[in-house]
């Protein structure tokens, strides 16, 4: 299975919610990632979790709170959005931090929000 | 720093005919290099990657991409387009030292025409 899975595909959500985004893996790997991607643009880094402890968070507002439950499982609870925020969140994992490591991204979450 | 430069960011080619999307790097030590390929509507696809091994890369779908270390290049190429080759395509570096990020280009959007 070399499959990263996401849920849901698409989401909207006003500026009072609260909702979260599931991720999940089941290759072993040890690295998973958040990453925010705007139209037309690539894919920025938000956090990064490398065997299950946050190794990375790249000053991300708090209203985004990313969750490890385990090796396969990786969310990203959202809370107070703005509308800026909308944008395509892709997970992906790997391997190791290695520098050589390949990344399997997930179809991503379309999010809007109102 | 390591960063990457993609030059155009929309290309179109006929179908059957030669694709080329440039990527430049700048790295003060030997970098890792990446394309990643973005169908609509999903996650990336890690195309290739170089890691000082051999210069020529093959890769999936009939991609090939060279490391031209005098040219600072890692050019993505295939001999004969497909429709199916239509989609957004990222080089990306990986940062040599502390926590090996990937800095992804700004993308190049390949169009084939019939």
């Known amino acids: 299975d070399t499959e990263v899975t996401q849920t849901p595909k698409h989401l909207v959500m006003g500026m009072t919610n609260k909702k979260s985004l599931k991720c999940e893996q089941h290759m072993g790997h040890r690295a998973m990632y958040w990453y925010k991607q705007k139209a037309k643009k690539p894919p920025e880094l938000m956090f990064v979790y490398s065997y299950e402890k946050l190794s990375i968070n790249e000053s991300v507002p708090s209203r985004f709170s990313p969750e490890c439950p385990n090796s396969s499982l990786l969310n990203l609870h959202l809370h107070a959005l703005q509308p800026e925020d909308s944008a395509l969140y892709l997970c992906?994992?790997?391997?190791?931090?290695?520098?050589?490591?390949?990344?399997?991204f997930g179809p991503g979450t379309r999010l809007l929000v109102l | 720093a390591q960063s990457v430069t993609q030059l155009g960011s929309h290309v179109s080619v006929s179908e059957g005919a030669l694709v080329l999307l440039r990527c430049n790097y700048s790295s003060s030590v030997p970098p890792y290099l990446f394309w990643y390929v973005q169908y609509p509507n999903q996650g990336l696809q890690l195309l290739l990657k170089y890691t000082s091994a051999a210069t020529l890369v093959k890769g999936i779908n009939g991609f090939e991409a060279e490391f031209k270390k005098s040219e600072t290049s890692f050019h993505l190429t295939k001999p004969s387009a497909h429709m199916s080759d239509a989609a957004e395509y990222f080089c990306a570096v990986t940062l040599t030292s502390g926590t090996y990020k990937y800095i992804f280009g700004t993308g190049t959007r390949l169009k084939v025409l019939a």
């Open positions: 992906a994992s790997s391997r190791g931090t290695d520098p050589t490591r390949d990344l399997y």
